[in-house]
């Protein structure tokens, strides 16, 4: 299971189609890819189908078979990676790089891919009263309002939650954006920088 949520605004089209790679890469047989309300047309016109049944924006590879135009395509994006040497960190189960979730962020990411977000953002409130040390609380603030597009408040969270944990990568990647949204391109460099390092360091 991936969320993908309110990326695609952020990304040219070239950056769109390495990512649509490598989500297709890293979803195993049946996972699930929930993405953001807007952004579900563009998935569906680029080999996702939506599954039946579900309201939210959830949705699966298409595992029709590849045509010869589709492998080179493929092939292609595999090269532009190299090239550019992309880093897209995902927040996706692996068997050796991830930490199991806890109840508590499964039930905020099921909540938030279902668009509930006060009442994620409720239960993030409770758990900071209840331990105002634990980083992944500030975080999934930061990530609530990040889809709010209340990005102050967002920012304010995302900081926090980087204070208590300085080499969180999705923390920075996400402080990034935010900057980057803003027009502070020296400081969103400066922590896609960090974050490439983090990334460099645990994940290669």
């Known amino acids: 299971m991936i969320f993908c949520r309110n990326l695609l605004i952020y990304l040219n089209e070239?950056?769109?189609?390495?990512?649509?790679?490598?989500?297709?890469?890293?979803?195993?047989?049946?996972?699930?890819?929930?993405?953001?309300?807007?952004?579900?047309?563009y998935f569906l016109n680029n080999g996702f189908d939506k599954i039946d049944n579900i309201t939210s924006t959830a949705c699966v590879p298409s595992f029709k078979e590849k045509s010869k135009k589709t492998i080179l395509i493929n092939k292609q994006i595999k090269e532009e990676i190299k090239k550019d040497n992309l880093v897209i960190n995902l927040s996706v189960d692996s068997e050796n790089k991830?930490?199991?979730?806890?109840?508590?962020?499964?039930?905020?990411?099921?909540?938030?891919?279902?668009?509930?977000?006060?009442?994620?953002?409720?239960?993030?409130?409770?758990?900071?009263?209840?331990?105002?040390?634990?980083?992944?609380?500030?975080?999934?603030?930061?990530?609530?309002?990040?889809?709010?597009e209340d990005y102050n408040k967002s920012k304010d969270y995302f900081l926090k939650a980087l204070f208590l944990n300085p080499l969180e990568y999705d923390t920075l990647i996400y402080l990034s954006l935010i900057e980057n949204k803003e027009g502070n391109l020296e400081k969103s460099d400066l922590y896609r920088k960090r974050a490439k390092k983090i990334y460099e360091d645990n994940y290669k």
């Open 14 to 41: 070239k950056a769109r189609k390495i990512l649509i790679f490598n989500l297709k890469k890293l979803l195993k047989h049946n996972g699930i890819l929930f993405v953001g309300d807007s952004e579900l047309n």
């Open 98 to 148: 991830t930490k199991e979730k806890s109840n508590f962020e499964v039930e905020l990411q099921n909540l938030i891919s279902l668009n509930h977000l006060d009442k994620a953002e409720l239960i993030c409130r409770e758990n900071i009263n209840k331990n105002k040390l634990e980083w992944k609380n500030y975080f999934w603030l930061g990530f609530i309002f990040f889809i709010k």
